[in-house]
């Protein structure tokens, strides 16, 4: 069973809770942009609790999120995004992932947290999408002590 397609709805867009940058993010949009990190940072981002995160728009959306497109950085778009729904809290609680179905139309209603767990697992391990323990990652993708089990 697939336990995420992406829907393009857009919401998991929606940044003003902090769509997270981390320096290895940094380094690749502003590459993929051909800025450099500076220019990158003072243009589409800005600094909330000692981290870098991506600017919004009037309507709480992703600077880079184009209606009706989706993602405008896609293939350099930043790990806490290419991560969802495999956030730490929908995990390591049921709830959580409850509220993040009833959320994101591209998680299946009927899908065991046993099975979106193991297979968010792999995904994350899969890609590499752990946090590094680098100071400015999002704590969304701590997971770590999730993966030594």
């Known amino acids: 069973m697939e336990v995420f397609q992406c829907a393009g709805c857009g919401h998991c867009c929606e940044g003003r809770g902090g769509i997270i940058v981390s320096p290895f993010d940094l380094d690749r949009l502003a590459g993929h942009l051909g800025l450099s990190p500076g220019v990158f940072r003072s243009t589409y981002g800005e600094e ?83 946090a590094k323990g680098v100071k400015g990652e999002a704590n969304a993708l701590n997971i770590a002590d999730i993966l030594e089990k």
């Open 48 to 130: 909330y609790a000692g981290k870098l995160r991506l600017r919004v728009d009037d309507r709480g959306l992703c600077v880079f999120y184009v209606q009706g497109v989706g993602c405008g950085v896609h293939v350099a778009k930043p790990d806490i995004c290419r991560a969802w729904p495999y956030f730490r809290g929908n995990l390591i609680d049921s709830e959580s992932l409850a509220l993040a179905k009833d959320f994101c139309p591209g998680i299946p209603k009927d899908i065991p947290f046993e099975t979106f767990v193991a297979e968010g697992l792999a995904y994350m391990k899969e890609h590499g999408l752990a």
